[in-house]
Every structure is written in structure tokens, then in C-alpha cells.
């Protein structure tokens, strides 16, 4: 089982839908949480981090819960330049330190 | 442009060739992070510095693999006798400290292709 897994989709919605995305961690160790986009052939791009008591960002949020152990990131109002893979990504520092990116959502806002 | 460079941006060479990469961090950050991706998968994680110290090396990150950051700012990723399975984007990262809790930024990658 990988330490953190993603439902990999795609996901395809209309304009306007509104989407949310999982990601279930395995280490209770865990100590910070991001949520990165990626498009086709580029870099990862910080999208946000996410916060214990939730935190938002325009028409993003994102929550964690650590009792469950997943985080989550929601889309309102889907653009279609909001069509990218999101990477749930995290951190944990026992053992050594390391960052965990889970394999990616994809997402394909159509018109 | 003061985010994250990587050179070169491709590079394709024949096996058993040996491979240098190069990072140039944000200035100020005193982090910096290689991963390795595939088609379809997330980075992986392959090493990290801070500073000049390489604090962390993934079991990804074989003996044919080294990482070095001499003078605490770019760092190169350096593969010998290169095999097909090495084909990949190779991601560089950087960070301010602060105990794992800050965002990486990556650089464009350098895309390697393995004849």
C-alpha cells in the first residue's frame, strides 16, 4: 500500500461543477500538507497548503483530518483552465525527513 | 527570474553514458530537494540538503546515483552508467527551512532520455 494514495480519476466535469478530491495518508506521523497542480509535461506548482483548521483560497479549499487521516481539496466553479493533475503532497519528518507526493488526480473541465 | 533553474532542460544520451544535472535554488533558500518522475506517478522522492549537509538519500537513489551541493547554493545530480530504466523527469526543488513545514517550488526539470 503506498503511504499516499489518490483516486487517479480523471474526473471530468462541466464549467461551473463543483469537484472534490481525497487523499488518504498512512504514516500518523505526518506533519504538513500541500495540494499541488500539474500540467501536462511541466512542473508541480504549489497550489496551497493546508491548514488543521481548514483554509481557503478563492474558489479552493482545502481541509485535513487528522483523526482519518486524509486531506481534501475542493473546486467551486470550475474553469476550464482548472483541467491539470493535483497532487496531494506530505511531509513527514520521523525516521528522516521526506516528502511524499501521491500520484495525482486528474482533473478535465470541459465547455 | 528568480525561481527555481535547471539545466540542461533534455538531455538524451546512449546507455552506460554517465549524466550531470544542475539546480540553481532560490537564492534564499537554504533547502533543496531532487525527485525523480514517471508517466503517470507523482515525484519520488531521491535526496535533500540543507545547506551544504546532505541530510537525507532516498534507497531510490542507487550507488550509481550522487548528489552533491559543495557550496551551499546549486547542487548537481550526477547518474553513472546510465540504464534504460533511468528515463525520467529529474525535478529540483527548493524550500526555506522551517522543520518540513514549508512549500516547495520546482524548477521546469530536466527530462532525460536514455537511447
Given at each position: 500500500r503506498k503511504e499516499v494514495e489518490q483516486?487517479?480519476?480523471p474526473f471530468n466535469v462541466p464549467e461551473?461543477?463543483?469537484v472534490a478530491f481525497n487523499c488518504t495518508y498512512s504514516n500518523s506521523a505526518s506533519q504538513s500538507f500541500f495540494w499541488y497542480r500539474q500540467d501536462c509535461r511541466k512542473e508541480p506548482k504549489l497550489l496551497m497548503s493546508v491548514y488543521s483548521s481548514g483554509n481557503e483560497d478563492g474558489r479552493f479549499t482545502a481541509q485535513l483530518n487528522r483523526a482519518s487521516q486524509y486531506i481534501s481539496l475542493l473546486i467551486r466553479?470550475?474553469?476550464l483552465s482548472d483541467s491539470a493533475t493535483y497532487l496531494c503532497v506530505v511531509n513527514r519528518n520521523t525516521g528522516g525527513f521526506k516528502t511524499i507526493f501521491g500520484a495525482g488526480t486528474r482533473l478535465f473541465v470541459k465547455a | 527570474d528568480t525561481g527555481v533553474s535547471q539545466n540542461p532542460r533534455h538531455k538524451i544520451t546512449?546507455?552506460?553514458q554517465n549524466v550531470t544535472f544542475r539546480c540553481d535554488p532560490i537564492s534564499e533558500h537554504n533547502r533543496l530537494y531532487w525527485y525523480r518522475q514517471t508517466l503517470g506517478q507523482g515525484p519520488e522522492f531521491l535526496t535533500y540538503f540543507q545547506n551544504e549537509a546532505q541530510l537525507e538519500k532516498s534507497r531510490l537513489l542507487s550507488d550509481r546515483f550522487s548528489a552533491e551541493r559543495p557550496k551551499g547554493s546549486f547542487s548537481t545530480l550526477e547518474i553513472q552508467r546510465?540504464?534504460?530504466g533511468d528515463s525520467a523527469m529529474y525535478l529540483c526543488?527548493?524550500?526555506p527551512s522551517g522543520q518540513g513545514r514549508?512549500?516547495?517550488h520546482f524548477g521546469d526539470g530536466t527530462r532525460l532520455s536514455i537511447l
Open positions: 483516486d487517479p480519476g461551473g461543477a463543483t466553479d470550475s474553469k | 546512449k546507455r552506460g546510465t540504464e534504460q526543488a527548493s524550500s514549508q512549500p516547495q
